[in-house]
Structures are given as C-alpha cells and as structure tokens.
C-alpha cells in the first residue's frame, strides 16, 4: 500500500529515497526497539533519532517516536508486497497523525479485516484461536441442511484445501450444538456464482481472536465501511445476515458452530436502511425488509422466549454447559466452591460438569444468564451477570424500538404505507405501545436515567451504565427526557477518553474474588460511544456530542501515536490508554511491526467520528491538544 503525503515535512523538506528495506529494518530496530517487542514506541530508550540513508547515500533524519514508527510501518508494508527496495516519502513519514491513522484504516485495515468462504478466503479463516481446545489443522465447515449449492462446493474443495465439510440437521438443537462443540467449525454464509466461479459475499470480522463474522460488531463495523466508500462490503454484511435468518434462523453471535442457539444486539434494519441510503435499490430493500420482519417475529417475538408478559423483550440465549470459546480458567472463580466442597480440582470439577458426570442445577442456571449475557454483546458485566435472562434490558428495547419506527418509515416513504400484510399504521401501533412500556418499567422520573426492569423481581436495577443513553439513539425519549437523562447521564460517565461502560460506584468493589469486567468501568466502548454520539445529535445537543466525539478520538490518536499505530478492541477511558486489565486482554495490541487490522468497530468509530467532528477541532487533534484545554 502506498499512504500518501499529507504532512509539511519539519526539517530537510520532502523527499522521496530509495532504501534498502533488510538493512534499514536491522538498522533501524537495533537502535530503536530497546524493548525488542519488534514496536516503536514511547518505553524505548533510543535515541529517537535515526539517520536514514539511501541507497544514493541521500540522508534523512527521523525524528521522535511516531515518526520512526511510521518509517517501521512504511519498511514492512513495502517488504510485506515482495519489494526489497522501498520508496520511502519523508512526507509520508511525518504525516498528521489524524490522517494517518484514518487512511490506515481506509487503506490497509478494512482489507486486513476482510474476508470470504470461497477457495480463495477459506485459508485465513481456519485458526481459531480462543482457546486451544477450538485450534485444528483441518477447518471443519458446517453447511445449512437447505443449501446443497454450499455443501457441494466445500466437498469439491476438500481434494485441493485442509477442510472437511458437514451438513447440518435440519433442526439444530441445544443438545446437538453441545455435541459438535469438541469438533468446532465455521458455518457457510452467502455463496455466489459468477460466470464459471463460485464467489463467497465478503464480510468483515472484528480483528485478532475474533476471526469469524459477528453480530452487533458487522453493524457498527458497516457505518465504518460506508463512510469509507466501501458500500459492497457493508451491503455484503446485510446480505450475510439476510443468509443467517434464512438458514440458521437468527442473525448468529458469529458463524461458528458454538455460536447456533445464539443471537446478538437487533440492528439489522439500522444496516439496511443505511445502505439503501447510498445504492437506492429498492429490489434489495424489499427483499431485506421481508427478512428484517421475519427477524422481528420469530427472533424477537415469540411469547415466553425472547418476549416477556409486560410487553418488553429480554435477551435468552439457549444451549447446554460451557461456551466453549471462553479461555481456560475463565470460570475458575465461580467453579471453586463447587469443587472445594467436592474435594476435587477445579479442572477435574469442570471436566466432569461438562461431560454430565456433575451434575449441578445452580450451575445450569448460572449458565443460562452467562450464554444470555454472551447474547447481549456485554460480556461480561455485573450489570448483568447471573440475572441477564431476567432483565429488560434498555438498549434492547430501544433497538426494536428502532426496528419498529423503521419499518414504519421505510412502509411508508418507499411502499405507499403498505409492504405485504404490513401497513404504517401497524408498526407505529407496535412503536408507541413499546414507548408506553418503556416509559413505564425502565424510564425513572425521580432520577433522570433509564434502568433494565427483572421482570423475575419485579423490580428496576440501580446499576448506571452506558446503555442508560441507548434511548436517545433510536429516539424513544421525549424531548424532556431527552434533556434530563443527557443531564444526568453525561457527568456520571463522562472520563477523560469518552463515556465509560458503567459509573465506579455501579461496579463497585473489584477484588480475587470479584474480577473487573470488561464491559465496566473504567473501560469504554466503541458501540456505546457511536450510539450516543449520534443520539446527542438527534435531539439537537450538538455541543455535548463534539466534546464526547473529540475525547474519544483524542485518546485513539494518542495511544496511535505513542504505540506504533496500535487501535485496540477497547480502552481505559479513565486513564485514556489501551492498557486494559481485565478478562481476555486487549485484542488488538498484539502484533510486530504494523498492525495488519486495527479493530473492527475501533476503526468505525474513528471514521465515524470523524465524519462528526467540527472542522476546527480537527486542528487540535492533529496537534494532540488534550481535552481538557478545551472542555
């Protein structure tokens, strides 16, 4: 790839050198990397400045530590497409930062992420690497029971690559995922034909451990994508859940085999309207909203499953035992008793439970909220842990809240009023029922907040979190509850890097025995701040949402610029850095050299906020003025 030039060079001007990318490379990491991590950055004890010559024996010096990670970046992107000489730009070396990190994400980390389930793609999807139970030479494929076309592709391809192809039964059961998940594999999604080949519709995965297509990441990924000009790959997300619905009956967690018997936060119809915003077809808009409505109905509306009696939906992930995809002693914490008591191991504990020599019905129940929790996006969250399956939670109501008024809008501006048996009239029925229910069990008039209802209790959480905001997004609130809640909210969860995942108080004490969770403070997360970014505008609070947007964007530049380029899954807005402590690590951090991906919805919600943030800010940013100099 070759980044072009967007910064005035400091020193000697702009030149463009020829360099010898093996010597520079050795040259450059034996004086600069002293930590030997095969980075640049601010914990090297280098000089912070290197004499770049060229093979002409012109000279250039790099100075500091971003401008030397840029050269390192540079060198291998060069080496990585089989050039032993470089053409190094020195403007491109010491471009803005700002623009820097967005056009590696336009450029070089979309394609990174991108992948397909043909010929071609199906090498970079074998690895799984969540734990080393899922690691296999050969990637087992888990074709629809309904999709011949796919199942024949695959067994055409098992002479020429390492895969073995399986069909699924018609009815997939709790039982029957539980019995495939010691031979995990990947499921097929959306195959064409084109001409005399077979083409797999691209999808983007989130990045590093996550190497499939997930739910919730594929929608926010998309906004990314599409501001980026890439509208074939987020269209040919929609198509991939449109395949999901049709052959596994949800849009999946992600496409693996343990993934089946759940689904992931609804914003299927958010994806399709975005879309049909740029192409204007309005044959893939009627074939999607067909699909979005069954969605809507079978996923979401059955009575007694994801439907509770008060009106309002709750996340129900089935399945039997572990998630399998859960790292080795992820339930060490919640297994010693058990096997304290028992006066056995807690490995030998967790072996016995997971092959039904144990039995435990605390643990059954433990498990059906923490798969539930896995359904929601959050894992994990003591907002949620142990009660998940009990709650109305708030941003799920607010999301088929947007489902509802979206299908009432598309209805009616692109079908006359009437789509099938559907007119407006029914789905603005259906929208001002839920706000009546909302308003009713999660709205809290004496604090200003939106709370999840346990519909089992009977009774609102207390637990402030970023979903709190999730209601400005899909518009469900009044304009007064709007400006209480916006009020409120903000200075309970604002930090120094944007809005973090809960307040300190609301997670309460962390200690051996009580691990931080991820999705709590003092982390923060890309969905929740692109969602409320965007609710901030939608009621008119411009201002609140640049200082959000610009804190946000801050602390990825910084962490890019002091990290070697480094955009990870998540950060400490407290600290406003990427060093995260909690369950899993940070995906995203480790790589040698460049980063190949960033992170799926990190890089959309850099591009997105981009595409928010007032022109004079973006001055600042480029020159890392932080934000409280200006907030």
């Excluded at 914003?267 to 204007?280: A, G, M």
Aim: hydrophobic share 35%.
């Amino acid at each position: 790839m070759k980044l072009k030039k967007i910064i005035t060079a400091t020193h000697l001007g702009n030149k463009i050198l020829k360099i010898n990318i093996e010597t520079c490379l050795s040259q450059l990491l034996t004086q600069e990397d002293t930590d030997q991590d095969k980075k640049i950055t601010i914990e090297d004890k280098g000089p912070k400045a290197f004499n770049l010559v060229s093979i002409s024996w012109e000279s250039y010096t790099v100075l500091g530590t971003y401008h030397l990670s840029n050269l390192l970046q540079e060198l291998v992107i060069a080496k990585n497409n089989s050039l032993e000489v470089a053409l190094i730009d020195t403007e491109v070396i010491e471009e803005r930062p700002v623009e820097r990190v967005s056009k590696m994400i336009k450029n070089y980390y979309w394609n990174g992420l991108t992948r397909t389930m043909d010929e071609k793609g199906i090498i970079s999807l074998i690895h799984d690497t969540k734990n080393e139970s899922l690691a296999s030479d050969k990637l087992r494929i888990y074709v629809s029971f309904n999709d011949l076309f796919a199942y024949n592709y695959y067994k055409g391809l098992e002479a020429k690559l390492p895969i073995e192809t399986f069909k699924l039964p018609e009815v997939i059961t709790p039982a029957f995922v539980k019995s495939i998940n010691n031979q995990p594999g990947i499921l097929s999604l959306k195959l064409e034909s084109a001409g005399d080949k077979t083409i797999g519709v691209p999808f983007v995965v989130p990045g590093g451990r996550f190497n499939e297509m997930y739910g919730w990441d594929s929608y926010f990924e998309s906004i990314g994508l599409l501001i980026d000009g890439k509208v074939d790959l987020a269209k040919g997300m929609a198509d991939n859940f449109q395949y999901e619905i049709e052959h596994y009956g949800k849009i999946l967690n992600a496409n693996r085999s343990y993934y089946l018997t759940r689904t992931q936060p609804p914003f299927y119809s958010s994806l399709i309207r975005e879309v049909f915003e740029i192409t204007k077809d309005k044959t893939w808009l009627q074939n999607h909203l067909k699909t979005a409505i069954k969605e809507y109905e079978t996923v979401w509306m059955v009575q007694g499953k994801r439907l509770t009696e008060n009106g309002l939906n709750r996340y129900l992930a089935e399945g039997l035992g572990f998630p399998p995809e859960c790292e080795v002693g992820h339930f060490d914490s919640i297994l010693k008793r058990y096997a304290d008591k028992a006066k056995i191991s807690v490995r030998d504990y967790e072996k016995g439970y997971a092959e039904g020599n144990i039995i435990n019905i605390d643990l059954d129940a433990y498990f059906v909220h923490d798969r539930t929790v896995r359904e929601s996006g959050h894992d994990t969250s003591y907002r949620i842990e142990k009660i998940c399956a009990d709650l109305n939670v708030v941003e799920l109501n607010a999301m088929l809240y947007k489902y509802e008024t979206d299908f009432a809008e598309v209805i009616k501006h692109e079908f006359n009023g009437l789509f099938e048996s559907y007119n407006t009239s029914y789905w603005e029925e259906k929208s001002k029922a839920r706000r009546h229910a909302v308003d009713k069990y999660l709205w809290n008039e004496e604090e200003g907040l939106y709370f999840d209802y346990n519909e089992k209790t009977k009774s609102q959480s207390n637990f402030v979190a970023a979903t709190t905001m999730a209601p400005l997004w899909a518009k469900l609130c009044t304009d007064e509850q709007a400006q209480k809640l916006i009020h409120k909210a903000i200075p309970m969860l604002k930090e120094q890097g944007g809005i973090a995942g809960s307040t300190k108080r609301s997670r309460g004490d962390i200690n051996e025995n009580r691990p931080q969770r991820q999705w709590d403070y003092p982390n923060g997360w890309a969905p929740h701040q692109m969602m409320i970014w965007k609710g901030l505008f939608n009621y008119g609070y411009i201002n609140e949402a640049q200082e959000l947007i610009y804190r946000w964007l801050f602390m990825i530049t910084k962490n890019a610029v002091d990290y070697n380029g480094t955009i990870p899954e998540k950060y400490d807005v407290v600290e406003a850095t990427h060093k995260v402590f909690a369950e899993y690590g940070n995906v995203g951090t480790d790589f040698e050299y460049i980063t190949q991906e960033g992170f799926g919805w990190m890089n959309a919600s850099y591009q997105y906020g981009l595409s928010l943030l007032h022109n004079s800010y973006r001055e600042k940013l480029n020159n890392l003025m932080p934000p409280e100099q200006l907030f």
